[in-house]
């Protein structure tokens, strides 16, 4: 068996690559702080959501705080490219316009910001500077 087929897998099949813990747990919190907002998101429910051990989870994310940051910082980023892609071409004020819309969309449609934005909107302000780009 080489390392492109999973065990019982036919010759020439390629298995899925499970993401890494990482990620598992980013969008673990993400699903915990859609359903439960962030005063129910605890690290516990977070490690089983992501099928990982809570010491697997700590290792990677010391702290609450660090890891809703880096899920306010993905969401900020996939909004950040989403605008870039929509605003070519615009005026100032057509991109004004536009930045609006697209974060009120991106508000009602994502239960993890829109819960964080309502609880917390401070995690948005803390962010570095730098953060919402690339």
Do not use: C, W
Not at 13 to 39: C, F, L, N, Q, Y
Not at 60 to 88: G, H, S, Y
Not at 99 to 117: C, D, I, P, R
Request: net charge positive.
């Amino acid at each position: 068996m080489t390392a492109s087929h999973g065990v019982g897998a036919p010759p020439g099949a390629a298995t899925a690559k499970r993401p890494s813990p990482s990620r598992r747990i980013v969008d673990a919190a993400r699903e915990v702080i859609a359903v439960h907002g962030i005063p129910g998101t605890s690290m516990d429910l977070i490690a089983k959501q992501a099928h990982v051990s809570r010491s697997t989870l700590y290792r990677i994310f010391p702290n609450r705080d660090q890891l809703i940051a880096r899920v306010v910082t993905i969401e900020i980023r996939t909004l950040r490219r989403r605008l870039d892609k929509a605003i070519v071409g615009f005026t100032p004020q057509q991109t004004l316009v536009e930045v609006f819309v697209l974060g009120v969309e991106q508000a009602g449609a994502n239960l993890a910001v829109s819960n964080v934005l309502a609880a917390e909107p401070e995690y948005f302000l803390r962010m570095p500077p730098g953060s919402g780009t690339s």
